[in-house]
């Protein structure tokens, strides 16, 4: 089993910054890939952003370009979304999860932690 904590979420202003963080534990995989997702209320979860295992591949959804950032410590399993030039409709519940090698989906999944970008 593998084991994802989320932190970093919170309350800010719109034009404002957060960085999430996520660390893995428990089981360990020669290589996966990490991604973010967010939710609404009453909306399904939606893709923000993945990275490789060797953080060489990236891919956002098209409302984060050039605003958020992704990256991976795999020393340290971890996995950082840096958000910047947040905006109301940012806020949402963001949740990291784990593509195993192979699967062609995610299989582990964080508990999420609250985004509120107030304007």
């Known amino acids: 089993q593998v084991q994802l904590v989320e932190s970093g979420g919170g309350l800010v202003l719109a034009g404002g910054s957060l960085r999430l963080s996520c660390a893995a534990s428990?089981?360990?995989?020669?290589?996966?890939?990490m991604g973010w997702f967010r939710q609404t209320p009453g909306k399904e979860r939606e893709f923000v952003a993945a990275?490789?295992?060797?953080?060489?591949?990236?891919n956002y959804a098209d409302s984060v370009k050039g605003r958020f950032t992704i990256s991976r410590d795999n020393a340290k399993n971890t996995v950082y979304l840096q958000m910047n030039s947040l905006k109301p409709e940012d806020t949402a519940v963001y949740y990291c999860?784990?593509?195993?090698?192979?699967?062609?989906?995610?299989?582990?999944w964080g508990q999420g932690t609250q985004v509120t970008v107030s304007s």
């Open positions: 990275i490789s295992w060797g953080g060489g591949r990236t």
């Open positions: 428990g089981r360990t995989f020669s290589s996966y890939v």
């Open positions: 999860a784990i593509s195993l090698p192979g699967s062609g989906r995610y299989d582990y």
